[in-house]
Each structure stands twice: as C-alpha cells, then as structure tokens.
C-alpha cells in the first residue's frame, strides 16, 4: 500500500477511537448541544420581543429567531471546536500521544481523527440545535443553492476552528488550560452582527465587529439561509476560514512534533 493508503486506514482507526469515546461518554456531547440550545430560547424568549422589535423595518420574536438562528449555529460549531481541545490536551498529558509515536502508524492520523471526529460530532450538533430551532418556529426561506452553501460555509467554519482548538489544546500544557484558552471563540459572536446589527453598535465597536472573522461568516450564512446573495461577504467567510484552516493546521503539526508527556 502506498503511504497515503497507510494514512488513511491510520486516521479510520485514530476516527473510531474517538467516536467510540462520544459514544462512550455522551454527557459532553449533550452539554455541547444544550448550550446553544439555552442561548437560542434565551434570546428568543426573555429578548426577542424587544430586540426584534430594534431590527430594520421593526419585527417581532419570529423575526428575531430568523436573525439569530444562523449566529446560534455558527456558536454550536464553536462550542463542538471547544471540546477538541480538551480532548487533545488529555491525550498530550496522560501519555497517550508518545505511545502512539512508538507505534508503525502514520503521526499525522493522530490529529486527523480527532478532527475528522470534531466534524461528525459538529455535524450531529448542528443537526440538533437547527431541529430545535425549527421547533421553535424558525423557517429558512432558501432552495437548494442556499442549503448546500450554508453547510459549505459551516464546513470550512467547522474545519478551521477545529485545527485552531487542536493548536491550543497542544499548546495549553494541561486539560484545565485547554478548557480557558479557546473560551474566546464564545465570545466574539456576541461582538459581531450574531444579535444584533453592527450599525446599532458605538462606532469604535463597530468598527471592531465588522473586521472580525465571525460577521461575515454570520452574514453569508444568514444569506444563504434567507435566499439571498450573500455578495462580498461569501468571499470574506471564505477567506477567513482558509487563512484559519492553513495557520493552525501548520501550528498544530510544529506543537505536535514536540509535545510530551507531563
């Protein structure tokens, strides 16, 4: 077999054992889908009426969830990415990564099936969380087209967060760091167009929410998700979804290189 042959039976393997530890210990999963869970009924619950009724041309609770359902899930991804990096520091201190080192396995599959894991879980998540969210009275109004670009465009979130959060995870030192370190990938939506428009925004806010990663990534998928062209922003999203993706990806493979068990 070739090497490519080898790496991809490896990281299979590195998948199954990392699903089999969702499977094994669901409590986490759950709570990664309860959160943005709580969020959506919070803000179309207890601020809807009132910030829906702030939004262009004025609204209501219903017009507010189909503002907030795109940021909700963009939080999900975020929330699932948060986990990877406990995972990696758990594996990184208890010794388990300098086993597989001393293994006839191909180094790469170790981080690929955590990612590759990472991806399934926030596929599951997502499913969830937009379920609950049409529950809830939230309807897209999007074809084909839009469907597949906002699951696109949530793929390349999906990847790119995860590779930063197998960076950090490397980088924390111990599972209790992994689990501040990544906290602020929970706090920029709510600097961002996730709740509100950023022309309601103080100017220098503003200035700071619309020259962030996650408003146009929040703007195209509330696009997509609405039948709308989502214009520049799409190429934004994009964008930063790649500089992300290929930064920590070469991050994590120099921190992967020279972890050790504390």
């Given at each position: 077999?070739?090497?490519?042959?080898?790496?991809?039976?490896?990281?299979?393997?590195?998948?199954?054992?990392?699903?089999?530890?969702?499977?094994?210990?669901?409590?986490?999963?759950?709570?990664?889908?309860?959160?943005?869970?709580?969020?959506?009924?919070?803000?179309?619950?207890?601020?809807?009426?009132?910030?829906?009724?702030?939004?262009?041309?004025?609204?209501?609770?219903?017009?507010?969830?189909?503002?907030?359902?795109?940021?909700?899930?963009?939080?999900?991804?975020?929330?699932?990415?948060?986990?990877?990096a406990i995972h990696i520091a758990k594996d990184a201190t208890e010794?388990?990564?300098?086993?597989?080192?001393?293994?006839?396995?191909?180094?790469?599959?170790?981080?690929?099936?955590?990612?590759?894991?990472?991806?399934?879980?926030?596929?599951?998540?997502?499913?969830?969380?937009?379920?609950?969210?049409?529950?809830?009275?939230?309807?897209?109004?999007?074809?084909?087209?839009?469907?597949?670009?906002?699951?696109?465009?949530?793929?390349?979130?999906?990847?790119?967060?995860?590779?930063?959060?197998?960076?950090?995870?490397?980088?924390?030192?111990?599972?209790?760091?992994?689990?501040?370190?990544?906290?602020?990938?929970?706090?920029?939506?709510?600097?961002?167009?996730?709740?509100?428009?950023?022309?309601?925004?103080?100017?220098?806010?503003?200035?700071?929410?619309?020259?962030?990663?996650?408003?146009?990534?929040?703007?195209?998928?509330?696009?997509?998700?609405?039948?709308?062209?989502?214009?520049?922003?799409?190429?934004?999203?994009?964008?930063?979804?790649?500089?992300?993706?290929?930064?920590?990806?070469?991050?994590?493979?120099?921190?992967?290189?020279?972890?050790?068990?504390?």
């Amino acid at each position: 077999m070739s090497t490519m042959t080898y790496a991809a039976r490896d990281s299979a393997t590195m998948l199954r054992r990392n699903l089999r530890h969702m499977v094994r210990y669901p409590s986490l999963t759950l709570m990664l889908i309860a959160q943005p869970v709580l969020f959506l009924m919070l803000f179309v619950y207890v601020f809807g009426g009132t910030l829906g009724a702030g939004l262009p041309g004025g609204g209501g609770r219903e017009d507010y969830l189909a503002y907030i359902a795109p940021a909700i899930l963009l939080i999900t991804v975020a929330s699932v990415a948060l986990s990877t990096a406990i995972h990696i520091a758990k594996d990184a201190t208890e010794g388990i990564i300098d086993r597989f080192r001393t293994m006839p396995i191909a180094k790469s599959s170790v981080l690929t099936g955590h990612v590759l894991a990472a991806l399934v879980q926030t596929a599951v998540a997502v499913a969830v969380v937009l379920a609950v969210a049409v529950l809830l009275g939230y309807r897209p109004d999007t074809g084909v087209a839009g469907w597949l670009g906002a699951v696109g465009i949530l793929a390349l979130l999906a990847l790119a967060l995860t590779w930063l959060c197998v960076a950090l995870g490397l980088a924390a030192g111990s599972v209790e760091t992994a689990s501040n370190t990544p906290m602020f990938l929970m706090l920029l939506p709510f600097i961002s167009s996730a709740f509100v428009p950023t022309d309601s925004m103080p100017a220098g806010l503003a200035w700071i929410a619309e020259n962030q990663p996650f408003t146009p990534i929040i703007d195209t998928l509330r696009a997509c998700l609405e039948g709308r062209d989502p214009g520049a922003d799409l190429w934004w999203a994009i964008g930063w979804c790649a500089v992300i993706t290929v930064l920590c990806f070469g991050w994590a493979r120099r921190l992967f290189a020279r972890v050790r068990a504390v």
